[in-house]
Protein backbone atom coordinates (compact mmCIF):
# COMPACT_ATOMS: atom_id res chain seq x y z
CA UNK A 1 0.00 0.00 0.00
CA UNK A 2 3.13 2.19 0.27
CA UNK A 3 4.17 1.98 -3.13
CA UNK A 4 0.63 2.22 -4.42
CA UNK A 5 -0.13 5.92 -2.71
CA UNK A 6 3.37 6.77 -4.16
CA UNK A 7 2.56 6.05 -6.99
CA UNK A 8 -0.48 8.28 -6.98
CA UNK A 9 1.39 11.08 -7.86
CA UNK A 10 -0.36 13.23 -5.48
CA UNK A 11 0.66 12.34 -1.41
CA UNK A 12 3.19 13.82 0.16
CA UNK A 13 5.96 11.72 2.10
CA UNK A 14 3.67 12.57 4.96
CA UNK A 15 0.62 11.64 4.16
CA UNK A 16 1.87 8.32 2.40
CA UNK A 17 2.78 7.46 6.15
CA UNK A 18 -0.15 8.39 7.63
CA UNK A 19 -2.26 6.04 5.35
CA UNK A 20 0.15 3.15 6.33
CA UNK A 21 -0.50 4.07 10.07
CA UNK A 22 -4.00 3.81 9.10
CA UNK A 23 -3.27 -0.18 8.01
CA UNK A 24 -1.00 -0.72 11.13
CA UNK A 25 -3.46 0.85 13.35
CA UNK A 26 -6.42 -1.54 11.72
CA UNK A 27 -4.30 -4.80 11.85
CA UNK A 28 -3.31 -4.05 15.77
CA UNK A 29 -7.08 -2.64 16.96
CA UNK A 30 -9.49 -4.38 14.59
CA UNK A 31 -12.76 -3.27 14.40
CA UNK A 32 -11.83 -1.47 17.68
CA UNK A 33 -10.03 1.10 15.41
CA UNK A 34 -12.84 2.34 13.75
CA UNK A 35 -11.44 1.68 10.30
CA UNK A 36 -12.82 0.48 7.51
CA UNK A 37 -11.14 -0.74 4.46
CA UNK A 38 -11.75 -2.42 0.80
CA UNK A 39 -8.55 -3.48 -1.53
CA UNK A 40 -8.73 -4.07 -5.22
CA UNK A 41 -6.37 -6.25 -7.14
CA UNK A 42 -5.89 -6.89 -10.42
CA UNK A 43 -3.49 -9.63 -11.91
CA UNK A 44 -2.68 -10.48 -8.29
CA UNK A 45 -1.18 -6.69 -7.37
CA UNK A 46 -2.56 -4.17 -5.54
CA UNK A 47 -4.63 -1.72 -7.53
CA UNK A 48 -6.44 0.42 -5.26
CA UNK A 49 -7.87 0.86 -1.88
CA UNK A 50 -10.11 3.05 0.34
CA UNK A 51 -10.44 3.49 3.80
CA UNK A 52 -13.42 5.06 5.90
CA UNK A 53 -14.86 5.53 9.09
CA UNK A 54 -17.74 6.94 11.57
CA UNK A 55 -16.42 10.38 12.87
CA UNK A 56 -16.40 10.65 16.60
CA UNK A 57 -19.39 12.69 18.53
CA UNK A 58 -21.62 12.44 15.43
CA UNK A 59 -25.15 10.09 15.35
CA UNK A 60 -24.51 8.89 11.89
CA UNK A 61 -21.55 10.94 9.81
CA UNK A 62 -18.30 9.05 8.33
CA UNK A 63 -15.76 10.36 6.69
CA UNK A 64 -13.70 8.63 3.47
CA UNK A 65 -10.09 8.98 4.76
CA UNK A 66 -8.65 7.56 1.74
CA UNK A 67 -9.02 6.30 -2.03
CA UNK A 68 -6.34 5.53 -4.04
CA UNK A 69 -6.33 3.82 -7.32
CA UNK A 70 -2.90 2.95 -8.88
CA UNK A 71 -2.30 5.85 -12.02
CA UNK A 72 -1.94 2.14 -14.47
CA UNK A 73 -5.84 1.79 -13.70
CA UNK A 74 -7.30 4.98 -13.77
CA UNK A 75 -10.20 5.49 -16.09
CA UNK A 76 -11.32 1.91 -15.80
CA UNK A 77 -14.08 2.68 -13.16
CA UNK A 78 -12.14 1.06 -9.89
CA UNK A 79 -12.40 4.30 -7.88
CA UNK A 80 -16.25 4.23 -8.59
CA UNK A 81 -17.01 0.71 -7.41
CA UNK A 82 -14.67 1.28 -4.43
CA UNK A 83 -16.71 4.67 -3.70
CA UNK A 84 -20.10 2.74 -3.61
CA UNK A 85 -18.74 -0.33 -1.58
CA UNK A 86 -17.65 2.55 1.24
CA UNK A 87 -20.83 3.83 0.88
CA UNK A 88 -22.62 0.41 1.31
CA UNK A 89 -21.28 -0.47 3.93
CA UNK A 90 -21.42 3.37 5.68
CA UNK A 91 -25.33 2.39 4.70
CA UNK A 92 -25.85 -0.84 6.20
CA UNK A 93 -24.11 0.35 9.14
CA UNK A 94 -26.70 3.15 9.74
CA UNK A 95 -24.16 5.91 8.22
CA UNK A 96 -26.24 8.94 6.90
CA UNK A 97 -23.68 11.49 5.28
CA UNK A 98 -19.90 10.45 3.78
CA UNK A 99 -17.64 13.57 4.13
CA UNK A 100 -14.71 13.78 2.28
CA UNK A 101 -12.33 16.50 2.18
CA UNK A 102 -9.20 17.21 -0.14
CA UNK A 103 -6.71 20.02 -0.92
CA UNK A 104 -7.62 22.56 -3.56
CA UNK A 105 -4.36 22.37 -5.16
CA UNK A 106 -4.61 21.81 -8.52
CA UNK A 107 -3.38 18.26 -8.50
CA UNK A 108 -6.50 17.02 -6.96
CA UNK A 109 -8.74 19.04 -9.54
CA UNK A 110 -9.72 15.72 -10.86
CA UNK A 111 -9.85 14.48 -7.77
CA UNK A 112 -12.52 17.08 -7.55
CA UNK A 113 -14.46 15.84 -10.03
CA UNK A 114 -14.31 12.28 -9.54
CA UNK A 115 -16.31 13.41 -5.94
CA UNK A 116 -18.88 15.91 -7.94
CA UNK A 117 -19.30 12.84 -10.23
CA UNK A 118 -20.20 10.69 -7.58
CA UNK A 119 -22.66 12.72 -6.30
CA UNK A 120 -21.28 14.86 -3.59
CA UNK A 121 -21.73 18.09 -2.84
CA UNK A 122 -19.05 20.81 -2.08
CA UNK A 123 -20.48 21.35 1.74
CA UNK A 124 -17.37 24.05 2.81
CA UNK A 125 -14.26 25.68 1.58
CA UNK A 126 -11.79 26.70 4.14
CA UNK A 127 -9.19 29.02 3.20
CA UNK A 128 -5.69 28.36 3.47
CA UNK A 129 -6.10 24.94 5.85
CA UNK A 130 -2.97 23.27 4.61
CA UNK A 131 -0.99 26.20 3.75
CA UNK A 132 -1.27 29.31 2.02
CA UNK A 133 -3.13 29.26 -0.86
CA UNK A 134 -3.85 25.38 -0.23
CA UNK A 135 -8.01 25.46 0.84
CA UNK A 136 -9.46 22.16 2.63
CA UNK A 137 -12.77 21.21 0.36
CA UNK A 138 -14.95 19.45 2.24
CA UNK A 139 -17.36 16.72 0.02
CA UNK A 140 -20.71 15.43 1.43
CA UNK A 141 -23.55 13.12 0.30
CA UNK A 142 -26.05 11.17 2.11
CA UNK A 143 -26.01 7.38 1.54
CA UNK A 144 -27.94 6.22 4.23
CA UNK A 145 -30.79 8.45 5.51
CA UNK A 146 -34.37 7.88 4.23
CA UNK A 147 -35.77 11.70 4.87
CA UNK A 148 -36.22 12.84 8.53
CA UNK A 149 -36.89 9.35 9.68
CA UNK A 150 -33.19 7.90 10.77
CA UNK A 151 -30.57 5.88 8.80
CA UNK A 152 -31.81 2.80 6.52
CA UNK A 153 -30.43 -0.24 6.48
CA UNK A 154 -29.60 -2.03 2.74
Not at 52 to 81: C, F, K, N, Q
Not at 106 to 124: I, P
Amino acid sequence: MRRLTARAGVFSKAEQAVAVELIETRLRDGRKSGYHFMFADLDGRPAGYCVWGPIPMTAASWDLYWIVVDPAHRGEGLGRLLLAGAEHDVACHGGGAVYIETSSRAEYARTRRFYVQAGYRRAARLADFYAAGDDKVIYRKEVGRTGRGGARRV
